[in-house]
């Protein structure tokens, strides 16, 4: 189960998306959190959870095809 602070953050990423749209950000239609910032990232910035890099490069991958 997620802790409370990762579904308060799902919850607040609509609201971040819709106010960057209102400004003219580019985003990419898929979405993917990223929980515990401060220690999720190596020091030459790459993602250590394996999936949730793989998930990264997969979302980056499908939108610049489009």
Request: net charge positive; hydrophobic share 45%; aromatic share 4%.
């Amino acid at each position: 189960m997620r802790p409370a602070a990762d579904w308060a953050t799902l919850r607040g990423l609509v609201h971040v998306r819709a106010i960057l749209g209102n400004i003219g950000s580019i985003m990419l239609p898929g979405q993917l959190t990223v929980s515990q910032t401060g220690s999720a990232f190596n020091a030459a910035g790459e993602l250590i959870d394996e999936k949730k890099r793989e998930s990264a490069e997969t979302l980056t991958a499908r939108s610049l095809i489009c």
